[in-house]
């Protein structure tokens, strides 16, 4: 029997993190749910901890991540972000493709803001030999799958993008057909043009050599050297 830890990681996720987390509360079959806040200055924390176990650790999704995974006790993990709401329809396809064999997987997408260049945007990552798999569609994995491949990398962005590249080499990766919904407001307030041409162009980079680290500036990602005691 599956049982299915979700691990959220935050950062001044006030505004969201109510939704996100009550939407999860609607399936039975979520075993528990684990915040982890790499240090909010916001009501996060106490929004979060009415739906969830809330941890606190060093700044850094990746980080934040590993770290939700180290105290979860279920047989598999599901990591979402804060801003995307994951519907109890979805969960049970996870669960019920973990329990048929596969050790991994991600949901379709969608936006939560209507625009045909965000729906196209969302239909790309839908074809076969793209797939590319962001955070923000939802990642599952068994436990074993992801000790295997030794979790997150220490990166400040595209660890998503190397854990489902590792759990697919390793694996039994599933593109499932369910669809998850994802917040636009980094489309909203960098406008859906600029934003898609800085994301492609962190990506090229990304696959032609580039270490994350030397591209998170750019995306305005927090410094893994501000840490929570």
Not at 134 to 150: S, W
Not at 170 to 186: I, K, N, P, Q, Y
């Amino acid at each position: 029997m599956v049982t299915l830890s979700v691990i959220i990681p935050t950062l001044n996720e006030a505004a969201v993190i109510d939704s996100t987390l009550r939407t999860l509360r609607r399936s039975d079959l979520v075993h528990e749910v684990i915040v982890v806040d790499g240090g909010s200055s916001d009501a996060t924390t106490e929004i979060a901890a009415r739906h969830a176990t809330v941890h606190h650790g060093s700044r850094g999704r990746a980080r934040q991540m590993n770290a939700g995974a180290e105290v979860a006790t279920g047989s598999a993990y599901l990591f979402l972000h804060a801003d995307t709401l994951c519907p109890p329809s979805a969960i049970t396809a996870a669960v019920s493709a973990l329990e048929r064999g596969a050790t991994s997987g991600t949901f379709q997408l969608q936006f939560d803001m209507p625009s045909p260049m965000l729906r196209f945007y969302a239909a790309c990552t839908r074809i076969p030999w793209i797939r590319i798999c962001f955070g923000d569609r939802g990642l599952f994995c068994t436990r074993d799958a992801f000790e295997q491949v030794a979790g997150f990398p220490d990166w400040l962005i595209f660890e998503d993008l190397e854990l489902a590249r590792r759990l697919h080499e390793a694996g039994s990766f599933h593109f499932l057909d369910e669809v998850v919904t994802t917040s636009a407001r980094r489309f909203r307030s960098t406008g859906i043009v600029r934003q898609q041409m800085l994301n492609l162009r962190l990506w090229l980079q990304y696959i032609t050599g580039t270490h994350p680290d030397t591209l998170a500036d750019l995306y305005e990602y927090p410094s893994p050297s501000e840490h929570v005691e």
